[in-house]
């Protein structure tokens, strides 16, 4: 980087907080994606109108910026693979601004770590539902660019469901603010509603208002042991059909089940087909235990070999072990993990599991499946051994056939984690010309200098 | 309109499909805000492709189209105010394509009108909780374009939080898919989420795909009495922190209700400065006495000098025939009505309504409010006589007022009108320059020749 260019970030934020020594280059070149690409440096802006001024320098110098949370995403969003100079709020803009009792509401900045958030609402008595597996270290900045889920979103929704307001900054260094404290709002262009999920590319976002909700006084869980993975699927959309809504619906399948087992031994059973966990909460437990009989019955209509219900928090926490370590524990069948999180409408997930196993036998690759099916969210992971080439080959094509097959399903190539880099040469797979074309657009629109996190999601 | 364009129009569509006759013109000039502007002609498409087809001439021509739905909008988003050609959905594509029972999704055309949605899916146990009071003529992609509200906000949100996906075309004819049938989609910038309560600027939405939830099996209706506004404002965000989540909580002040009594002779108390109606809904009685027990004693906390809950469905429709009828009823205070939909945080509903009450005085105006409180959104109706044009230039002069508190205390101009003509003199009070240029920015992109209902929401 032009020492001009060093020399003004240092000027403006202090040396401590401009950044461009090897160190801080290694620090900052990852995420969970494992690919690596140095940025040119790294600022921590202590403010907003830091950002803003940031912003102007490298818009009018054309120098790219790459926002960024904890670099935990799995698609690369946070990655400068293009270059450029890494924009963190790790150091300073990271506080619970305020927690507004009356309107149920918490105001923070990009930073904060979500589950900091939680906590701190739930001290209070009040809720904020999204909780991304990450949720110890991500942040609700990287969480809304890329509206994170999480375990709750069956009954709950998705980061999006929770962002009243923001603050941001536009690559011009324009400060803008985007909704209300106000549960509706119908003035002006859904700026916010753009700005989620658009993985840094648009704005800086510097300013979070989110919907807090009433905690729910009490929780249960169940867990139902399927025969095969079609038997589980049809458990779960019948559920929800039957006017239950539970918080979570997650399941794994034999692979999952027997990679847990192989490495903690919890007593799952080895030769079931799947198996589903089920959350349900409210505040009255003569609703949830009528729930609970609900969900048992279709469970067991649709084949369920056995139910069993958590008689108390220990054995809750033993059951979503299992889920909650599958990703680890699935490491077992490959040293490199193709790890997608595609997402079909529910009544889909009985043929999107056949085809993916299908698929697994023709490119002769293990496909251990677990996820959200509550939401018809399955984490797909391709599992095959970093050294072999030619497995590595086979694998990327099996999930290039895996995304065919969600898209012709009516599904989506994700649901939580993005585009990123990582699903990029994907997009034409799920969406036209046409539409490409008006990406591209609004894209222009926002950056037209291109300064904002270029060359991710296929743009 | 140039007889080249007329013919044009009449071979696409046919000639009972493309009107440029005076008796159309009259027919599609009006809406509810009573202002009439006449249209070059009225265009019924029959299909997409229709669409298609259309917006690729018009866009190649500089001809202007106006979306429209039933009419029913308060703010002239359905007017040529600007001159141009109607667009209406009434005549083909007003149909439920879907109702999709495993995935609890409806699949709709733009022209389908509100009430035979909700009929179809209850029929099916299902519900779709949007009822803006126009309910029984306004359509589905009115509704969207909008972002509607109505009367079951407070718990179950808006429109915008039931649209899973749209179909739409740009001005340019492309037609492009936005969002899909899965609770979870992150794949590209959200479309959907900027079209909804663009007011038909940005593309002409043609399929709209709705989230259904379970049909809630019991309803009740409690009304509480309080001696002033102030009081009843208290209550109701106190409601909502203690926990409860009603279906609605809507206030009528005191001029309300005595132009109610004036009227219908409900026997509602007129002296009371303010009554609260809230639903509450669920599958389990229990919970719902319970939840009516903690209303019971926010309000009587409160200041609560009555509280009544309806033994049966005839004392619950009678104590919404009050709220039902109200904007009719007040008419009694003035022949011209200056009705507007402001929206606070709820906390700030007592110092907004303190507020109302001082301008009111000041201009020598009569406010009644009334309104979906439980949302912090107030029905604020300025009435003044038509025929005294010194009282018209102070009911304006009160509106400014009202409008510039409302940003003040962190609302907004519009909770669920938009706003179309009526409130684009406005927009300044509630954006920024920045803010204005970015909507400009947005549109432009969308929309480069500027076809597409031009002039609408201060653009």
Redesign the interface.
């Known amino acids: 980087m032009d020492s001009k260019h060093i020399k003004f970030f240092e000027k403006l934020l202090g040396e401590e907080n401009a950044k461009f020594d090897k160190a801080h280059k290694i620090a900052y070149c990852y995420d969970a994606t494992k690919k690596r690409f140095e940025p040119d440096g790294v600022l921590f802006p202590r403010c907003e109108q830091d950002v803003s001024n940031i912003l102007k320098y490298c818009n009018e110098n054309k120098i790219v910026i790459v926002p960024r949370g904890a670099g935990s995403g799995f698609t690369g969003g946070a990655l400068a693979a293009s270059g450029g100079v890494v924009l963190s709020f790790e150091k300073h803009m990271n506080k619970i601004l305020e927690i507004?009792?009356?309107?149920?509401?918490a105001v923070v900045e990009p930073g904060l770590i979500n589950m900091k958030l939680q906590k701190a609402v739930e001290e209070m008595?009040l809720f904020y539902p999204p909780d991304p597996a990450s949720e110890n270290y991500s942040t609700i900045g990287g969480n809304v660019s890329?509206?994170a889920?999480g375990m709750r979103?069956?009954k709950y929704?998705?980061t999006?469901?929770y962002v009243m307001a923001l603050r941001a900054v536009?690559p011009n260094g324009?400060?803008?603010?985007?909704g209300?404290?106000?549960?509706?709002?119908?003035?002006?262009?859904?700026?916010a509603?753009?700005l989620?999920?658009?993985e840094g590319s648009?704005a800086v976002i510097t300013q979070i208002t989110l919907k807090l909700?009433?905690k729910p006084k009490f929780k249960k869980t169940a867990m139902g042991v399927f025969p095969s993975v079609n038997a589980a699927m049809n458990a779960v959309?019948k559920t929800?059909?039957a006017?239950?809504?539970p918080v979570a619906m997650e399941f794994l399948d034999n692979l999952s089940i027997n990679a847990v087992e192989n490495k903690f031994a919890k007593g799952l059973p080895r030769d079931a087909g799947a198996i589903l966990i089920s959350d349900v909460d409210?505040?009255?437990l003569?609703?949830l235990d009528?729930d609970l009989d609900i969900i048992k019955n279709v469970f067991e209509q649709n084949g369920a070999t056995e139910f069993r219900i958590a008689k108390d928090e220990k054995e809750s926490a033993d059951i979503w072990f299992a889920r909650r370590n599958c990703s680890q524990a699935i490491t077992c069948y490959g040293s490199l993990k193709l790890n997608e999180d595609i997402?079909?409408?529910?009544?889909k997930l009985p043929e999107l599991l056949e085809r993916i196993k299908e698929i697994s036998a023709k490119f002769k690759v293990t496909t251990p499946c677990f996820g959200?099916t509550g939401?018809?969210?399955v984490h797909t992971n391709v599992m095959v051994d970093r050294d072999d080439p030619d497995a590595v080959k086979r694998g990327h094509e099996a999930i290039t056939e895996i995304f065919k097959v969600a898209v012709e399903l009516?599904?989506?190539?994700?649901?939580?984690?993005?585009?990123g880099i990582s699903?990029a040469p994907f997009?034409n797979l799920?969406?036209?010309d046409?539409?490409m074309?008006?990406?591209r657009?609004?894209k222009?629109?926002?950056d037209p200098n291109g300064i904002l996190n270029p060359n991710k999601?296929g743009l």
Do not use: C, W
Not at 100 to 105: F, H, P, S
Not at 174 to 178: H, P, T, Y
Not at 410 to 416: I, P
């Open positions: 507004d009792m009356q309107n149920m509401v008595g890329e509206n889920g979103a069956a929704g998705i999006k469901d536009l324009d400060i803008i603010r985007a209300k404290r106000t549960i509706k709002d119908v003035a002006g262009y859904n700026i509603g753009i989620i999920a658009s648009l909700i009433a959309y929800m059909a006017g239950v809504t409210g505040s009255n003569d609703v009528a997402t079909v409408p529910r009544s959200h939401d018809g969210n009516g599904g989506t190539l994700s649901g939580e984690h993005g585009i699903k997009m799920a969406f036209s046409e539409e074309n008006l990406f657009t609004i222009k629109a926002f999601m």
